[in-house]
């Protein structure tokens, strides 16, 4: 299963808390794939960003081709 995740917000706390939402979906053996709207706003996200591609997961801003692959899309505002 392959797991979109869209953090579209410029609040740095939200942010932080998709990519963290993300890398726990891993633990349930899901593909997650992350698109981020502009950089990444703190520490906390950059780790998270960090450990995601460590594990294979990609983040990237293109959404066509990432919503031709999800089975299911979460987006956190």
Known sequence: ????????????????????????????GATVEVIV??????????RAAMTL?????TIHNDVAAALARADVVEVWT
């Open 1 to 28: 299963m392959t797991i979109l995740v869209i953090a579209r917000t410029t609040d740095p706390n939200r942010q932080s808390e998709a990519l963290r939402a993300a890398l726990g979906l891993t633990l349930r």
């Open 37 to 46: 709207d502009g950089p990444l706003l703190t520490p906390l996200a950059e």
């Open 53 to 57: 591609r460590s594990f294979g997961h």
